[in-house]
Nanobody, 125 residues
Framework: QLQASGGGLVQAGGSLRLSCAAS????????MGWFRQAPGKEREFVAG????????LYADSVKGRFAISRDNAKNTVYLQMDSLNSEDTAVYYC????????????????????WGQGTLVTVSS
């Protein structure tokens, strides 16, 4: 129901934009998040966005480099990633949870109940 795309191989310092498109449901009242998981590591929060006013929150490691946004008309959430470095190499997952009427960014993987399949981002140094 969530389809993540846009991953690939990029050189350090480069940019990628990930997309997460939903089918079968409308995301306008869902809180959305991006997570990533590197080999041998736990899944970690990267960025999140609320429904409605689209308040955002970022992990310290990506703050100032990544930007999450949503286009409710296209039922899609994006993650713009700039100034990529080797530590950003991971499988990136988008996630959703129904949130209305609560306006909140959820940071824990357990707080989301709908997940995309993941898209691999590899940053070469």
């Amino acid at each position: 129901q969530l389809q993540a795309s846009g991953g690939g191989l990029v050189q350090a310092g480069g940019s990628l934009r990930l997309s997460c498109a939903a089918s079968g449901r409308t995301l306008s009242t869902y809180a959305m998040g991006w997570f990533r998981q590197a080999p041998g590591k736990e899944r970690e929060f990267v960025a999140g966005i609320t429904w409605g006013v689209s308040k955002t929150l970022y992990a310290d490691s990506v703050k100032g480099r990544f930007a999450i946004s949503r286009d409710n008309a296209k039922n899609t959430v994006y993650l713009q990633m700039d100034s990529l470095n080797s530590e950003d190499t991971a499988v990136y997952y988008c996630a959703a949870r129904s949130s209305y009427p609560i306006v909140k960014v959820y940071q824990g993987p357990h707080e989301y109940d709908i997940w995309g399949q993941g898209t691999l981002v590899t940053v070469s140094s």
